[in-house]
Antibody, heavy 125, light 107 residues
Framework: QVQLEESGGGVVQPGRSLRLSCVAS????????MHWVRQAPGKGLEWVAV????????HYRDSVKGRFTISRDNSKNTLFLQMNSLRAEDTAVYYC??????????????????WGQGALVTVSS | DIQMAQSPSSLYASVGDRVTITCRPT??????LSWYQQKPGQGPKLLIY???SLQSGVPSRFSGSGSGTDFTLTISSLQPEDFATYYC?????????FGQGTKLEIK
């Protein structure tokens, strides 16, 4: 069965860095786009970034552009999120999610069919 | 950027009730809409994709409808395990965006 397991969360001071990992199993990792989604304490879900199946295409939300880098190692079935210059507002549970596509009248529609349990990142002095 | 207006933000209902949650994007997103259920301490679970398609293993009491700028998630007869928070997600264009969430609570 598909499993996604995040790690690397913790408490970090503002301005410092942290790297999250997400190890995938149960599917051919290198064939799917992967996403990071976060959830601040008591708040809703917020999309963060996506990387294509081969790592060549990446997109970010504006608030993390230039600070966060999404990457993947398909030989190790692992997704990463390098987070630099962390701010208090980056405090959240970070989820990795597997992308799936659905062909609809010639267009590919995307959704997230599997999610991890999340890793808590707390940015505080 | 596309914003997703989800309503209501909270909903009180009883077992057996029929409930409806709506999502309205600020521009047309065709059918690039999916729905998720989240329970406390867990990652979200996919319910509906491409606006109307039921994810494998999800009970048939869940259904989705709509396209363009008006979408609905319906639970036909609430079960105890359905009390959770629900989110819509648009994947028409980046940055992808979620609705604010609907917390479904027991009346």
């Amino acid at each position: 069965q598909v499993q996604l397991e995040e790690s690397g969360g913790g408490v970090v001071q503002p301005g410092r860095s942290l790297r999250l990992s997400c190890v995938a199993s149960g599917f051919t990792f290198g064939e799917y786009g992967m996403h990071w989604v976060r959830q601040a304490p008591g708040k809703g879900l917020e999309w963060v970034a996506v990387v294509s199946y081969d790592g060549t295409n990446k997109h970010y939300r504006d608030s993390v552009k230039g600070r966060f880098t999404i990457s993947r190692d398909n030989s190790k079935n692992t997704l990463f999120l390098q987070m630099n210059s962390l701010r208090a507002e980056d405090t959240a549970v970070y989820y990795c999610a597997k992308e799936e596509s659905f062909l609809w009248f010639g267009e590919l529609l995307y959704h997230f069919d599997y999610w991890g349990q999340g890793a808590l990142v707390t940015v505080s002095s | 950027d596309i914003q997703m207006a989800q309503s209501p933000s909270s909903l009180y209902a009883s077992v057996g009730d029929r409930v409806t949650i709506t999502c309205r994007p600020t521009q047309s997103i065709k059918n690039y809409l999916s729905w998720y259920q989240q329970k406390p301490g867990q990652g979200p679970k996919l319910l509906i994709y491409a606006a109307t398609s039921l994810q494998s293993g999800v009970p048939s009491r869940f259904s989705g409808s709509g396209s363009g700028t008006d979408f609905t998630l319906t639970i036909s007869s609430l079960q105890p395990e359905d009390f959770a928070t629900y989110y819509c997600l648009q994947t028409y264009s980046t940055p992808y965006s979620f609705g604010q969430g609907t917390k479904l609570e027991i009346k």
